[in-house]
């Protein structure tokens, strides 16, 4: 990090490093491109942001590819454009093909804030704050999700500030593939993005052409990092930052709340 060489740093690491490793490269004057999400704990995004305000103009990139997909930057330029009016529901679906290893469950800060953090974060960057959060969760999978005080199954709903409601489904497993999907459901028309193998069909199982668990989105990776670096180049500021990124995670540990405490949680206001 502190070599002459290094022009930005990159933090590819478990999450429960990233806020450390932030603090060290911002301290050398290093850009950062950071990996969701932020931190594990919002105590963590909030010291990081107090910590941040002593160097403003050391950039720092939390990395959320969903946001970089062409079909997403399509749909937000639908919206943006006004033509699919007033937001009033939102839906997306976040399933992996197939688990990550318990050790890894153990350490990663559960389902809400490893994996449908995605889904928070588009949620927020497309609709808005969200109020009020309720989560049901669910082991189907296996049973060591328990002993790891997480789930593999959940089903989040949302209310957001502006009154547009929505919900979204997370899973560690399914027998046909990556499955990801998301609708934007406005006054005039609905947005639609979806996996190849996530559009609605008579039977989808074992036998269905499988999506690997991350090549859907390889191009949205090459181009967010591109991004990124022409950021640096232009002397503009990347985004999503440390304050979108703490966002979108106070969204996750409140669905986490309410999921263990079994009744709706309001979502912590950022400090």
């Known amino acids: 990090i502190a070599a002459d060489d290094v022009d930005a740093v990159m933090i590819c690491t478990p999450t429960g490093s990233h806020p450390a490793l932030i603090k060290a490269a911002v301290q050398a004057g ?119 005080g997480d789930v593999d199954t959940i089903t989040v709903m949302l209310r957001f500030t502006n009154g547009a409601i929505g919900v979204i489904e997370g899973g560690r497993r399914t027998a046909w593939g990556y499955d990801i999907r998301t609708e934007i459901m406005g006054s005039k028309e609905r947005a639609f993005v979806a996996f190849p193998n996530s559009t609605p069909s008579n039977m989808e199982g074992a036998a269905s052409p499988v999506v690997d668990h991350g090549a859907g989105f390889t191009e949205a990776y090459r181009t967010e990092l591109r991004y990124f670096f022409d950021c640096l180049r232009d002397g503009t500021t990347p985004r999503p930052d440390i304050a979108e990124a703490a966002k979108s995670l106070r969204v996750a540990v409140a669905a986490a709340q309410s999921m263990h405490e079994g009744r709706p949680v309001k979502v912590e206001k950022g400090k």
């Open 30 to 148: 290093k850009p950062v491109w950071c990996e969701k999400p932020v931190a594990l704990s919002l105590a963590d995004v909030d010291d990081l942001t107090a910590f941040m305000a002593d160097y403003p103009n050391v950039p720092v990139m939390i990395g959320y590819m969903r946001r970089f997909d062409a079909r997403y930057q399509l749909a937000k330029q639908r919206l943006d454009a006004g033509e699919l009016g007033q937001v009033e529901r939102w839906y997306s679906k976040s399933i992996d093909d197939s688990p990550p290893s318990l050790a890894f469950i153990k350490t990663s800060g559960g389902i809400c804030i490893d994996m449908i953090i995605h889904d928070f974060d588009l949620a927020t960057y497309f609709v808005g704050d969200v109020d009020e959060v309720m989560a049901y969760g669910a082991v189907l999978v296996d049973p060591g999700f328990i002993e790891a």
